[in-house]
C-alpha cells in the first residue's frame, strides 16, 4: 500500500474536497441534532462520517484546522439564551467498538503510565444532555449545557425546575463547586410525553391547528425540554439527572478517585450515575462492559453505551486530554440501534382482528446486532404522519426485543418520482375490500370468514398468552386448515380423536420402516400436541377469555372478569353496564364483549368448546373449597405413561393441589417414572428419593392420601 504523503496531488485534492465536503455535512448534522433537536440520519451514520474525517485529517495533516468539527464539540451554543462560558472545557469522549479497541486505550495509557495495572470505574453512558451545574454556598446558582465544549447556554432557571437536580445541597459542600451531568428522559416517561402530544394534537388538527411534532426519541426530548423558554412547562417534563464528574472546585478538599467522588458527591444530595461500578483491572471493567452490552435495556433510560474512567484523579492528570478528548476515559460503545437503510415496498399483513396492518419490506440492514428486513408501520395514518413512502431512505430503530419501528425518512435522499402510499382497496389474502373504522383509525378486511383471519385467530387461541398450546404454531394451524382437519379453535379439541390421520402428515408424524416400505405414524411429537391440547382444557377461565379473542379482552381485564363473573356464559350474558362497573374494564371493552356476544356463531364455537371439556368456570377456592390433598408435594413426571399423556398426568396432579416441576431436586417428593425414563431417573437415585411407577400414578390419581402412606414406607428402606 502506499503512503498518502508519497501519493500524487491529485489524490490530495480530492481528499481535500471530501474533507471540507464532511466537514460541512458534520457541523449542519451537528446543529440539527444538538439546536434544532432533529436529527436527520442515525448517530451511527453520524459516527462513520466523523470516523472519515478523522482518519483523513490523519492522513493529511495539511489539512488539519483547528476550527474543524474533530477539534470542537457539538454545535455552537444558539441564540435564545445567554451564553455561558465554561471554567473548565466540557470534554467529549474517544469510542471503542470492541475489546481490542478497549485494550488498546488502557495499553496506550499504559505506555504513557509506564506501568501495568490500576483500577477502573464503569457507568453507564445515559443518552441525554451534558449538563454543568455550579453551586455557591450550597445553592445551584448556574445551570450551563454543554454547547461547544467551551460555552453553552444559561439554563438555570430551567435545571432549577427539574425536581431530581438539588437546589439546596445537604451537608457540608465546599463552597464554590462545578459537576457535571448527564439530563435524560426515562424511557417510560418518553413514551407517555408523545402519547399526551399524539392526543393534544387530534384537538390542534380538529380546531384547524398545526400539529406539534412528535418527539424522535428521549434523548431529544430530554434536549428540547431543557432548552425551553418557559422554565414551568420543562417542570412538567419527566426529566432526571445523572452526575458523572466534578468539574472544578476551588478547594483542595476533594477525594483522591473518582470513586470516591461519586460516593462524596451523592452525600451532597446528587443522583450520581445509576450502577457505577469500580473494577480492579482492565480484564474486569471489560467485563462488565460485554455484560452491558447484554443488558442494555434493562435501564429505565436510554444508554448509548458504556464510560470506562481511570478511578485515580492523580492518574487521571498525568494522562490528560488530546483534542477534545481525555486520555483517561473512553466510550465503549454498544452495537447502533438505529441505522439507515431503503423502504424496498410497503405491504400489509391481515391480523387476527382483520386489521390490515402495513409494514415496510427493507434493504436488510445490521441494526443493535440484529440483521432487520421488515419493520411495522402500525396504520395509514401513522405512515402519513411520518410521510414515509416506497423507496424512501429511512432511519430505523430496534429497541430491546421489540420489533423494529420506521423513525422518520430522510426527505433529502427521496426519489423524484416517490408518491405517497395508499392502502390497498382489497385484502392481500381474499380480496374482500378494505373498509376504515373511524374508531381506531385500522383498516380492516371486509370478510370475516377470511383464511388470514382465521389463521391468525388460532394462533392466538395456542399462544401463550392464551391457551398455552406448545406444538400448535403458525405452522401447523397453516397445515390443519389447509387438510381442513380444523376450521376453528373448538376443532383443535377433536384432534385427538384424529391421531392416525395426523400421524400420515410428514412434518408431523414419525418416520418408519415397514417391509421395507416408508410411511408416517403418530409418533412423539404428536403424542406432546395431544398432551398439550388435553392439558389447556384445564388453563382456565381467564386465559379461555382471551383466547377468545375478543377485541381489547386481554390478559389483566380477562383475570379482573374472570374473578367477578366466575363463568364463561355469566360474561358473556352480562348486561354491558355490569361488565363495565368492574374495575379496570370499562366501556369500550364492555361493548367489545357485548357485540361479540351478539354473534351467533361465536355461541356455537362457545358451545363446541364446552362441549369438549374446556374449563369454562373459575376454581372458586374461597367459595367452594377445592380439595387439594396434594398440597404440598412436588413431582416431577418423566419417561412414557401408557395410560395418560405426561401433561395430562400433570394437569391431573396439579388439579389434586401437587406442584409438577420439570427437574429433579432434593424438593422433589417423589419421580413418577414410566417406561424409558433417562436422566431424571438416575438424578432421583443418586439424590435418594422415592421413584414410582405408572401403576402409582394411576392409583394415586384415585386415592391421594396414599402418597403418604407410601412416602412413610419409603423412610425406613431409604435409612438402611
Ligand atoms: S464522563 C471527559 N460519564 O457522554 C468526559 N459522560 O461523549 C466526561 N455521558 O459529554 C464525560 N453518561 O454528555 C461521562 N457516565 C457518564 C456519562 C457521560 C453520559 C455523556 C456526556 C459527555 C458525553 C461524551
Request: charged share 25%; net charge negative; hydrophobic share 40%.
Amino acid at each position: 500500500m502506499s503512503t498518502p504523503r508519497a501519493s500524487g496531488d491529485a489524490e490530495q485534492i480530492t481528499a481535500r474536497d471530501r474533507v471540507e465536503q464532511l466537514r460541512a455535512e458534520i457541523l449542519r448534522h451537528n446543529h440539527l441534532y444538538h439546536a434544532q433537536n432533529s436529527p436527520e440520519i442515525s448517530d451511527a451514520d453520524f459516527d462513520a462520517l466523523f470516523a472519515e474525517l478523522q482518519r483523513l485529517e490523519a492522513d493529511f495533516p495539511e489539512l488539519a484546522s483547528s476550527d474543524s468539527p474533530t477539534q470542537t464539540v457539538g454545535a455552537p451554543p444558539g441564540r435564545t439564551f445567554a451564553v455561558v462560558e465554561h471554567r473548565r472545557r466540557m470534554l467529549s469522549l474517544g469510542n471503542a467498538f470492541d475489546a481490542e479497541e478497549l485494550r488498546g486505550w488502557q495499553q496506550r495509557a499504559a505506555d504513557l503510565l509506564d506501568r501495568e495495572e490500576w483500577a477502573f470505574v464503569t457507568e453507564p453512558k445515559i443518552d441525554g444532555l451534558a449538563i454543568a451545574l455550579v453551586y455557591e454556598r450550597g445553592r445551584l446558582v448556574q445551570a450551563a449545557t454543554r454547547g461547544d465544549g467551551r460555552a453553552g447556554e444559561d439554563v438555570t432557571a430551567n435545571l432549577r425546575a427539574i425536581e431530581a437536580v438539588p437546589n439546596e445541597l445537604e451537608g457540608d459542600p465546599p463552597p464554590l463547586f462545578e459537576v457535571r451531568g448527564e439530563v435524560y428522559m426515562p424511557k417510560a416517561g418518553f413514551d407517555a410525553m408523545n402519547a399526551e402530544i399524539a392526543l393534544a394534537n387530534e384537538e390542534r388538527l380538529a380546531e384547524g391547528r398545526a400539529a406539534l411534532t412528535l418527539y424522535a426519541n428521549p434523548r431529544n426530548a430530554a434536549a428540547g425540554s431543557v432548552r425551553q423558554k418557559d422554565a414551568s412547562v420543562t417542570a412538567t417534563r419527566p426529566l432526571n439527572i445523572g452526575i458523572y464528574q466534578l468539574g472544578w472546585c476551588d478547594e483542595a478538599i476533594t477525594p483522591d478517585t473518582h470513586w470516591e467522588t461519586l460516593g462524596w458527591l451523592s452525600e451532597f444530595g446528587f443522583l450520581t450515575t445509576p450502577e457505577a461500578a469500580r473494577h480492579d483491572d482492565i480484564d474486569n471493567a471489560l467485563t462488565a462492559c460485554e455484560r452491558w452490552t447484554e443488558r442494555r435495556d434493562t435501564q429505565a433510560f436510554e444508554m448509548d453505551g458504556v464510560v470506562v474512567k481511570v478511578d485515580d484523579l492523580g492518574l487521571q492528570a498525568d494522562l490528560g486530554i488530546v483534542g477534545r478528548e481525555p486520555r483517561w476515559a473512553i466510550a465503549w460503545k454498544f452495537p447502533p440501534q438505529e441505522a439507515s437503510t431503503v423502504v424496498e415496498r410497503i405491504l400489509v399483513n391481515v391480523g387476527r382482528t382483520g386489521t390490515i396492518n402495513p409494514y415496510a419490506r427493507l434493504r436488510p440492514v445490521r441494526v443493535g446486532g440484529v440483521q432487520v428486513t421488515n419493520a411495522t408501520l402500525h396504520n395509514l395514518d401513522d405512515i402519513h404522519r411520518k410521510d414515509i413512502r416506497e423507496g424512501d431512505t429511512v432511519v430505523i430503530r430496534r429497541a430491546g426485543e421489540v420489533i423494529p419501528q420506521v423513525v422518520r425518512p430522510v426527505l433529502e435522499r427521496r426519489p423524484e418520482s416517490s408518491v405517497p402510499w395508499t392502502m390497498p382497496a382489497t385484502c392481500p389474502v381474499c380480496g374482500f375490500d378494505t373498509v376504515r373504522d373511524a374508531d381506531d383509525a385500522m383498516h380492516y378486511c371486509s370478510n370475516r370468514s377470511c383464511p388470514a383471519i382465521l389463521q391468525r385467530s388460532l394462533e392466538h387461541f395456542a399462544s401463550r398468552g392464551a391457551m398455552d398450546i406448545r406444538g400448535l404454531g403458525e405452522r401447523q394451524i397453516a397445515l390443519l386448515l389447509q387438510l381442513e382437519l380444523v376450521h376453528d379453535a373448538a376443532d383443535i379439541y377433536t384432534l385427538p380423536g384424529k391421531r392416525e390421520v395426523l400421524g400420515r402428515i410428514p412434518s408431523l408424524g414419525q418416520k418408519v420402516k415397514r417391509g421395507g416400505e416408508e410411511m408416517y405414524e403418530a409418533g412423539k411429537r404428536i403424542e406432546n400436541l395431544l398432551g398439550a391440547i388435553e392439558a389447556s382444557k384445564s388453563r382456565g377461565l381467564a386465559y379461555l377469555l382471551v383466547g377468545l379473542g375478543i377485541r381489547h379482552v386481554g390478559g389483566e381485564n380477562a383475570t379482573l372478569l374472570a374473578e367477578e363473573f366466575g363463568s364463561l356464559d355469566a360474561i358473556l350474558l352480562a348486561p354491558r353496564e355490569a361488565l363495565a362497573d368492574v374495575d379496570g374494564v370499562g366501556p369500550i371493552i364492555a361493548q367489545s364483549i357485548v357485540d361479540w356476544a351478539m354473534d351467533g356463531e361465536h355461541w356455537s364455537l362457545v358451545h363446541r368448546l364446552q362441549a369438549a371439556g374446556v374449563e369454562d368456570e373459575i376454581q372458586r377456592t374461597d367459595e367452594e373449597p377445592v380439595e387439594t390433598p396434594l398440597e404440598g408435594n412436588r413431582f416431577v413426571l418423566t419417561g412414557r405413561f401408557a395410560e395418560m399423556t405426561r401433561p395430562e398426568a400433570e394437569a391431573r396432579l396439579k388439579s389434586l393441589g401437587a406442584g409438577v416441576g420439570s427437574s429433579v431436586s432434593k424438593n422433589t417428593t417423589a419421580l413418577f417414572a414410566g417406561d424409558a425414563a433417562g436422566s431424571k431417573r438416575k438424578k432421583a437415585e443418586a439424590l435418594g428419593l422415592p421413584i414410582w411407577d405408572e401403576d402409582r400414578l394411576v392409583t394415586v390419581l384415585q386415592d391421594p392420601s396414599l402418597v403418604s402412606v407410601w412416602l412413610t414406607e419409603a423412610e425406613p428402606s431409604e435409612a438402611i
